[in-house]
Nanobody, 124 residues
Framework: QVQLVESGGGLVQAGGSLRLSCAAS????????MGWFRQAPGKEREFVAGISWSGHSTAYADSVKGRFTISRENAKNTMYLQMNSLKPEDTAVYYCALVTSPVVVKTTSEYHNWGQGTQVTVSS
């Protein structure tokens, strides 16, 4: 019932930055945690970052820790992923999704209402 739409992807040079947005329509976030995932060519979808309903608890994949920052504005029904110091290995389609839990969850199979994804390409 809740639809998610990712935006903000694009082509950037290594070392550059992008800010991804995930906007929800149809209903509010309620008390759901949310997460960002990515899928590179030939690879499985992987967890990137997650944030609790309150926004006080976050989790990151080791590969992006210190470079990416996840946040959310529940009043705007929007989640963000600030990506700094981008590397070519960050190239992937980035997806956002919901999980029926107020706390951070890293398990991909527990998420639902996936967006269509936004392409991030980092050139070397």
């Amino acid at each position: 019932q809740v639809q998610l739409v990712e935006s903000g992807g694009g082509l950037v040079q290594a070392g550059g930055s992008l800010r991804l947005s995930c906007a929800a329509s149809g209903r509010t976030f309620s008390n759901y945690a949310m997460g960002w995932f990515r899928q590179a060519p030939g690879k499985e979808r992987e967890f990137v970052a997650g944030i609790s309903w309150s926004g006080h608890s976050t989790a990151y994949a080791d590969s992006v820790k210190g470079r990416f920052t996840i946040s959310r504005e529940n009043a705007k029904n929007t989640m963000y992923l600030q990506m700094n110091s981008l590397k070519p290995e960050d190239t992937a389609v980035y997806y956002c999704a919901l999980v029926t839990s107020p706390v951070v969850v890293k398990t991909t199979s527990e998420y639902h209402n996936w967006g269509q994804g936004t392409q991030v390409t980092v050139s070397s």
